[in-house]
């Protein structure tokens, strides 16, 4: 007998509906899976086995074949267990033909006929909605993720025994049409006015967050690099609706949601340690995983000690940080992910840390060794910053000092202004922040009156800038300009202008 059930699978971090057919004829007890499977598909028959006959029921002591459509892309993954039990066992027991066609069966089956949880459900969820499958049985643990995806009727279940019993009409089972709504959590317990002193470093961080400007701070240890960086997640604006299901979609198909939650309710923070590998940066490795560089994709990737990693994996982040994706090529696939990352960077002025700034007599770094510290990052590594920012220690007196900072609260309120006459102003465009600017569009979005003609050509022979770092100084006046709601004044490009300051201190 042969019938045809749907489940599916990850590949990379998009969802896959598989057709599973399964055959069963008379013959020597055989039981083979076909279908390029992977290592843990073909162990399958192992679980199954134990699963059916744990549960109950009887397994056929027959020739079982069992075919993962299309053929020529490979399976991985435990997501089949469920439907290959309820295809063998369908040979046995009157199931209800309709759930059978337009559902999808997922989950991974211990030797008992438990169902235990599957990594990358949202993805999935979305890919079957958008090929037409309008229901899908899948393990309770997974409830929570798939509750946030709309149009699709959802049974969260225990263990075999419960599929089959209802499909065979034995026992009724809720259909789970109660969507969470997604949440907006916004309780950080850092906060800006942890802050004290650093009101240069405080306003870059304000312009980056408004702007998606990526940003390098510079200075000794124990200056507060780190302390202001991390505090950066709670100046930007909450992630739309949109945004939510992107980032969850990733983190869904790398195993990182907690069940309790099942959604990504907060921008990413990934801070990387600087003994990190180029795989764990960019991603790859046999399955063309994604790396630290897509799971912060609408949120902040940080770099502390910026140039204590090694050359090579500082420079594959060259094309990403550009051009807002990745493709990752290997001997079984390739991908493309999107990274729209806003990067952090902090750094030492040298190798002991004492170059510059009031601690500087403690230096004792040579002139070679400095220049040899500071040249780990080459130039076109350098020009995908926008703002450049010297953060030095604070004196006695701003330690004691009792003066109120500005909350986190507050600026937020005026970066999420800018935010919305950036939307405004690119709506339709495919344009999401000042960053994202093209540089065909530059001229259209930045606008110059003659003034400000004049004093950008006399910077620009001054400094020799590359193209690169001209339009990052017209696209960063243009976020200083839209957190006062105005059009570019000289003012504006002025204040640009200082936040590379520290880029001309350090490497001319």
Known sequence: MFCKIKSACLIGIDGFVVDVEVDITKGLPVFNIIGLPDASIKEAKERIKSAILNSGYVFLNSRIVINLSPADIRKEGPYFDLSMAVGILSNLYELNNEYMSQTLFL?????????????????????????????????????????YID????????????????????????????????????DYRLDFSDIKGNYFVKRAM?????????????????????????????ILPDMTEEEVIEVSRIYSAAGLIDENIGIITQRPFRSIHHTATKTALIGGGRDAKPGEVVLSHRGVL????????????????RQPIEDK??????????????????????????????????????????????????????????????????????????????????????????????????????NGYGINTNNDINTKKIEEYCYLDKECKDFIKTVF????????SYYKLLKTARTIADLEEDDIKVSHI???????????NYWG
Do not use: W
């Open 325 to 426: 994706y990745i493709n990752i090529s290997r001997v079984k696939m390739s991908q493309t992910y999107d990274c729209d990352t806003l990067v952090i960077s902090a750094m030492n002025p040298c190798h002991c840390g004492f170059f510059q700034g009031p601690n500087e007599g403690r230096c004792k770094c040579t002139a070679s060794e400095i220049n040899r510290y500071l040249n780990r990052a080459s130039g076109p590594l350098l020009d995908r910053f926008d703002l450049f920012v010297e953060v030095n220690p604070l004196n006695f007196e701003e330690f004691q000092s009792n003066k109120k900072e500005e909350t986190s609260k507050d600026v937020k309120k005026r970066v999420e202004k800018a935010r919305k006459v950036q939307s405004e102003r690119y």
């Open 461 to 468: 022979s001054k400094y020799k800038f590359s193209s690169r």
């Open 206 to 234: 304000e312009i980056a967050a408004a702007g998606n400007h990526n940003m390098l701070m510079i200075g000794p240890p124990g200056s507060g690099k780190t302390m202001i960086a991390k505090r950066i997640n709670t």
């Open 107 to 147: 989950g991974e089956l211990s030797l008992d006929g438990k169902l235990k949880k599957v990594r990358g459900i949202l993805p999935i969820i979305i890919n079957a909605k958008s090929n037409n499958i309008k229901r899908v049985f899948l393990p309770s643990k997974n409830l929570k993720e798939a509750s």
């Open 494 to 504: 002025a204040e640009a202008l200082s936040f590379r300051k520290a880029y001309y």
């Open 302 to 317: 940080f770099l502390d000690e910026m140039l204590e990693f090694d050359r090579r994996t500082l420079e594959s982040l």
């Open 151 to 186: 149009g699709l009727d959802i049974y969260p279940v225990d263990d075999l025994k419960q599929v089959i019993d209802f499909l065979a009409g034995n026992i009724k089972l809720d259909i789970y049409t109660n969507k969470e709504k997604l949440i907006k959590n916004k």
